[in-house]
Nanobody, 120 residues
Framework: QVQLVESGGGLVQPGGSLRLSCAAS????????GGWYRQGPGKQREPVAS???????MYADSVKGRFTISRDSAKNTVDLQMNTLKPEDTAVYYC??????????????WGQGTQVTVSS
């Protein structure tokens, strides 16, 4: 099973930036989609941004113009650059990847989550 490890969360002041990274273990034969989701206090998990193997990108309206998702196929990573952060961006951020790996076939994996707190 492909495992995902997230990094890059933390505490930042409003207007600041953070970069989240999600690294997949194993060798991915075909990458379908990679995405970032978040779950704020008392809220349901919501999609933030996603990227397909063909390069199509989607952003939630609340982060358009501030967040940028990218993928490095050689490193099996999906990153989320977050700029101009707002207090309402505070949440646990989760990474998801779907595809086919050489070791375990079709996979749909989630990371453990990383906390992002935007506060002065």
């Amino acid at each position: 099973q492909v495992q995902l490890v997230e990094s890059g969360g933390g505490l930042v002041q409003p207007g600041g930036s953070l970069r989240l990274s999600c690294a997949a273990s194993g060798t991915i034969f075909r990458f379908f989609t990679g995405g970032w989701y978040r779950q704020g206090p008392g809220k349901q998990r919501e999609p933030v941004a996603s990227i397909t193997g063909g390069g199509s990108i989607m952003y939630a309206d609340s982060v358009k113009g501030r967040f940028t998702i990218s993928r490095d196929s050689a490193k099996n990573t999906v990153d989320l650059q977050m700029n101009t952060l707002k207090p309402e961006d505070t949440a646990v951020y989760y990474c998801n990847m779907r595809g086919i790996s050489y070791g375990s076939g079709t996979f749909d994996s989630w990371g453990q989550g990383t906390q992002v707190t935007v506060s002065s």
